[in-house]
């Protein structure tokens, strides 16, 4: 009965920005350890974004620092993932999921995943 429900994805163009959000019911999500994955066509799934139970710690893939940032609401069982200046190169479908340990970065850490929102970028 856990659910992931990611939205807020969309078309925009380069350098551009975006909010995704990502609701969360069926566990006590002010427990668990959250991250943003994406996946592009032909591509493996790889890590973007992770935030720590109480939002004190966040962690970035290189190749988005700085320009994205991950955050929660734990009152609305809702973790985001702002993006701000988007390249075509961010193109892909965004993930959202649910990891019962900490500082987990790779996928195999995480137990339960959302379906996913198409993010597109045009140059």
């Known amino acids: 009965q856990v659910q992931l429900v990611e939205s807020g994805g969309g078309l925009v163009q380069a350098g551009g920005s975006l909010r995704l959000s990502c609701a969360a019911s069926g566990f006590r999500f002010s427990s668990y350890f959250m991250g943003w994955f994406r996946q592009a066509p032909g591509k493996e799934r790889e890590f973007v974004a992770g935030?720590?139970?109480?939002?004190?710690?966040?962690y970035y893939a290189d190749s988005v620092k700085g320009r994205f940032t991950i955050s929660r609401d734990n009152a609305r069982n809702t973790v985001y993932l702002q993006m701000n200046s988007l390249k075509p190169e961010d193109t892909a479908v965004y993930y959202c999921?649910?990891?019962?340990?900490?500082?987990?970065?790779?996928?195999?850490?995480?137990?339960?995943w959302g379906q996913g929102t198409q993010v597109t970028v045009s140059s």
């Open positions: 999921a649910v990891s019962p340990r900490s500082r987990a970065t790779t996928k195999d850490a995480y137990d339960y």
């Open positions: 935030i720590s139970w109480d939002g004190g710690t966040t």
